[in-house]
């Protein structure tokens, strides 16, 4: 069964590929034929995967452009398919009849609810947790709820090295119980505040005891520098620090060693700190780290330049339901230093879900735009009255905020000749409607 369920999967990946189709069908009809399929084939040496509620995407790209500039055959899934029958597809497809993978290093993006699936049978040797946030209330409800299911799969590899945010709360307890562990993370810099920039923190109790968490200093949402008076419980010597971060200037350093960012924002850095961290640790030199890191651009489309009639345009893909995703783009487009305009688009709540909750548009920090030099705000698609609502309880002293819910009448108001330099925020659901009624450019390198 095991090499009919291969050459199947193999046969639908080619269709698919011709057919421009998705990449989980292949693996959902191989796992039907073989459901331990996975058990059955011959992994690479060191397998990788990453999870996390952000990052997952552009962590995996950065880790795998690192490996192949030093000189490994990377296996990959760059199609971003992170559950269970994606992540059969790509390893089968990469695979000989008798089930070897064809690769030096396996790297997956993994989905924090399916690990715990893949798990049983894929065992990665190294396993890099980013970070857990509140996302998506139709599927991960809460972050502690998501902590659960994560702690699932890693209680199935107990030999597997763990690379963990140490200044994320949540996940430096998955240490507690494990045996291998790495830590990467920020020193406090520049941007580090007394209190956090959210509306919330899910993380004001110790997770371990439930006492009051004190903090020494955030860096964004609930992540800084931590510790429970009550338990002891605190931040972790970090292995892999940001030790230098200058926004303005694009630049940023990890032990001590400098990078360029092409994309100038906090959750960047900790990518970018993630992928050093795995990379170092399985023996690619510093200097190979941070010359590739340095020439990276991002090619999964979260942020592409484009033109609306003769303005220039920045598109900055959060993620709905995801709050913590929109303050960070909206930090991005807060530190522009000229004059300019932003468009919030939020047309379809979920890819997958029928669904209209949009209650975490109330945890979103629209306020930190007050002190921006944003100029003139376009709310736009089906849900632009209930933001519209949502900016009622700010005032945007100096801001026009214009309300336009239909996307063509849209794309007329920001074609409307400017001097100022144009900006979008929106989510992957709804990125193909700006791109259909603008000139997409090449990806950014800013």
Same mark, same amino acid.
């Given at each position: 069964?095991?090499?009919?369920?291969?050459?199947?999967?193999?046969?639908?990946?080619?269709?698919?590929?011709?057919?421009?189709?998705?990449?989980?069908?292949?693996?959902?009809?191989?796992?039907?034929?073989?459901?331990?399929?996975?058990?059955?084939?011959?992994?690479?040496?060191?397998?990788?995967?990453?999870?996390?509620?952000?990052?997952?995407?552009?962590?995996?790209?950065?880790?795998?452009?690192?490996?192949?500039?030093?000189? !490994?055959?990377?296996?990959?899934?760059?199609?971003?398919?992170?559950?269970?029958?994606?992540?059969?597809?790509?390893?089968? =497809?990469?695979?000989?009849?008798?089930?070897?993978?064809?690769?030096?290093?396996?790297?997956?993006?993994?989905?924090?609810?399916?690990?715990?699936?893949?798990?049983?049978?894929?065992?990665?040797?190294?396993?890099?947790?980013? %970070?857990?946030?509140?996302?998506?209330?139709?599927?991960?409800?809460?972050?502690?709820?998501?902590?659960?299911?994560? !702690?699932?799969?890693?209680?199935?590899?107990?030999?597997?090295?763990?690379?963990?945010?140490?200044?994320?709360?949540?996940?430096?307890?998955?240490?507690?119980?494990? =045996?291998?562990?790495?830590?990467?993370?920020?020193?406090?810099?520049?941007?580090?505040?007394?209190?956090?920039?959210?509306?919330? %923190?899910?993380?004001?109790?110790?997770?371990?005891?439930?006492?009051?968490?004190?903090?020494?200093?955030?860096?964004?949402?609930?992540?800084?520098?931590?510790?429970?008076?009550?338990?002891?419980?605190? !931040?972790?010597?970090?292995?892999?620090?940001?030790?230098?971060?200058?926004?303005?200037?694009?630049?940023?350093?990890?032990?001590? %060693?400098?990078?360029?960012?092409?994309?100038?924002?906090?959750?960047?850095?900790?990518?970018?700190?993630?992928?050093?961290?795995?990379?170092?640790?399985?023996?690619?030199?510093?200097?190979? @780290?941070? !010359?590739?890191?340095?020439?990276?651009?991002?090619?999964?489309?979260?942020?592409?330049?484009?033109?609306?009639?003769?303005?220039?345009?920045?598109? &900055?893909?959060?993620?709905?339901?995801?709050?913590?995703?929109?303050?960070?783009?909206?930090?991005?487009?807060?530190?522009?230093?000229?004059?300019?305009?932003?468009?919030?688009?939020?047309?379809?709540?979920?890819?997958?879900?029928?669904?209209?909750?949009?209650?975490?548009?109330?945890?979103?920090?629209?306020?930190?735009?007050?002190?921006?030099?944003?100029?003139? @705000?376009?709310?736009?698609?089906?849900?632009?009255?209930?933001?519209?609502?949502?900016?009622?309880?700010?005032?945007?002293?100096? &801001?026009?905020?214009?309300?336009?819910?239909?996307?063509?009448?849209?794309?007329?108001?920001?074609?409307?000749?400017?001097?100022?330099?144009?900006?979008?925020?929106?989510?992957?659901?709804?990125?193909?409607?700006?791109?259909?009624?603008?000139?997409?450019?090449?990806?950014?390198?800013?």
């Amino acid at each position: 069964m095991k090499f009919f369920a291969i050459l199947v999967c193999k046969i639908l990946a080619f269709v698919g590929k011709l057919l421009n189709k998705g990449s989980s069908l292949p693996g959902a009809v191989a796992l039907k034929i073989c459901p331990d399929i996975l058990s059955k084939i011959q992994l690479t040496e060191n397998v990788v995967a990453v999870t996390g509620s952000n990052g997952k995407t552009s962590t995996v790209e950065m880790i795998a452009s690192i490996f192949s500039a030093d000189g !490994k055959k990377v296996v990959w899934n760059k199609e971003g398919s992170n559950q269970i029958e994606g992540v059969t597809t790509l390893l089968l =497809k990469n695979s000989t009849l008798s089930g070897k993978v064809k690769g030096d290093i396996v790297v997956l993006e993994s989905d924090e609810r399916y690990a715990r699936h893949t798990f049983k049978y894929v065992k990665p040797t190294h396993f890099v947790i980013t %970070n857990l946030y509140r996302d998506q209330l139709t599927r991960n409800v809460h972050p502690f709820w998501i902590y659960n299911i994560v !702690k699932d799969a890693v209680e199935l590899i107990p030999n597997t090295t763990l690379l963990l945010n140490g200044d994320d709360p949540i996940i430096r307890k998955y240490a507690l119980e494990q =045996k291998k562990v790495c830590y990467f993370g920020m020193n406090k810099n520049d941007y580090s505040t007394s209190e956090t920039d959210a509306l919330y %923190n899910d993380c004001y109790y110790c997770p371990v005891c439930k006492s009051k968490m004190d903090y020494d200093y955030f860096h964004y949402a609930h992540l800084g520098s931590y510790k429970c008076s009550s338990c002891g419980y605190e !931040k972790p010597e970090l292995d892999y620090a940001v030790d230098k971060l200058d926004l303005e200037n694009n630049i940023m350093a990890v032990n001590g %060693n400098e990078i360029e960012l092409a994309f100038a924002s906090r959750y960047n850095v900790y990518n970018i700190c993630s992928a050093f961290a795995i990379c170092s640790l399985l023996g690619v030199s510093d200097s190979t @780290i941070t !010359k590739t890191l340095n020439e990276f651009i991002m090619k999964n489309g979260r942020v592409m330049r484009f033109k609306a009639g003769t303005n220039q345009g920045l598109l &900055i893909t959060s993620k709905h339901e995801n709050s913590t995703s929109y303050n960070q783009s909206l930090e991005y487009v807060s530190a522009v230093k000229e004059d300019c305009e932003l468009v919030i688009i939020i047309d379809a709540i979920s890819r997958k879900y029928y669904t209209t909750e949009i209650s975490w548009i109330w945890d979103i920090s629209f306020e930190m735009l007050k002190k921006s030099n944003v100029k003139k @705000i376009f709310l736009c698609g089906k849900y632009a009255y209930d933001m519209a609502v949502r900016f009622e309880m700010i005032d945007f002293d100096g &801001i026009e905020v214009v309300v336009e819910p239909d996307l063509d009448n849209m794309a007329k108001l920001i074609s409307e000749p400017t001097s100022m330099k144009l900006y979008a925020i929106t989510c992957f659901s709804d990125k193909e409607k700006l791109y259909s009624r603008v000139e997409v450019l090449n990806p950014t390198d800013e």
